[in-house]
């Protein structure tokens, strides 16, 4: 993969930065090595081949003192590719998170993320706070 990041815009009070790659995909898979329960089972396949297809991946992030927001997206060329045999499938992710960091004794943040791939979507929480030691001068 080749990836490139790039900060769109960098005031004072936001930012947005995005991100893109892009290379091939390889899978080499050796059905020889398949143990099937079933002797000679003719759902797999027992011969050896190699998968090589081109893979892209982006996304987008906006920033301000408090804020964090995200998108990105894997895998875009398997977008709308329904079969899940041997291809990496496209998954998708957004992420929110609030961040104080204006107090001297401590710092909290809180966040969430909601991850998708095919029909599978996980949503996702956390929170978090660091206490600071201020040494005295």
Known sequence: ????AYR???TQKWELSMGLSGGTYSRITDGSLFEAETDHDP??????????KPDANAGVEFQTLYFVMGLSSTHLISIFNTNPDLIN???RYS???YRNNQ???FNYNFGFQIVNRQSL?????NAGIRIKNQPAF
């Open 1 to 4: 993969m080749f990836s490139y």
């Open 8 to 10: 769109i815009a960098n």
């Open 43 to 52: 759902s797999f396949t027992y011969e050896q081949y190699r998968i090589l």
């Open 89 to 91: 499938s496209n998954h």
């Open 95 to 97: 992420y929110f998170i």
């Open 103 to 105: 107090n001297i004794l």
């Open 121 to 125: 979507t996980i949503f996702e929480g």
